[in-house]
């Protein structure tokens, strides 16, 4: 069955860390361009925002609003896309999402997201 499934999320502090792992279960991960989403206000309105993204070759790249804070990291042996999340601030609070693209297919999946809150 194709999924990905996030853990990792969880109640923090200002200033803490967390670190985010997706596990995928699809064929040829390594051709998978893989992100992390997230999404503040749940339900109708509610925008899902890019994160990080690691390609194919591994490059990274970062919304503006987590550069310096947020590393992305891929495990291709293991299937896995991480984001370790340091210095966290109240306004990353949100559900994170784990995407994976095939750019030749199109093909795109979602995992189902984990909640992170950052509040004292």
């Known amino acids: 069955q194709v999924q990905l499934v996030e853990s990792g999320g969880g109640l923090v502090q200002p200033g803490g860390s967390l670190k985010l792992s997706c596990r995928a279960s699809?064929?040829?991960?390594?051709?998978?361009?893989m992100s992390w989403y997230r999404q503040a206000r749940q339900g109708p309105g509610g925008q899902r925002d890019l994160v990080a993204t690691v390609t194919t070759s591994n490059t990274q790249n970062y919304a503006d609003s987590v550069k310096g804070r947020f590393t992305i990291s891929r495990d291709n042996a293991r299937q896995t896309v991480y984001l370790q999340m340091d210095d966290l601030k109240p306004e990353d609070t949100a559900m994170y999402s784990c995407?994976?693209?095939?750019?030749?297919?199109?093909?795109?999946?979602w995992g189902q997201g984990t909640q992170v809150t950052v509040s004292s």
């Open positions: 995407h994976a693209r095939q750019l030749v297919s199109g093909v795109e999946i």
């Open positions: 699809i064929n040829n991960f390594d051709t998978y361009v």
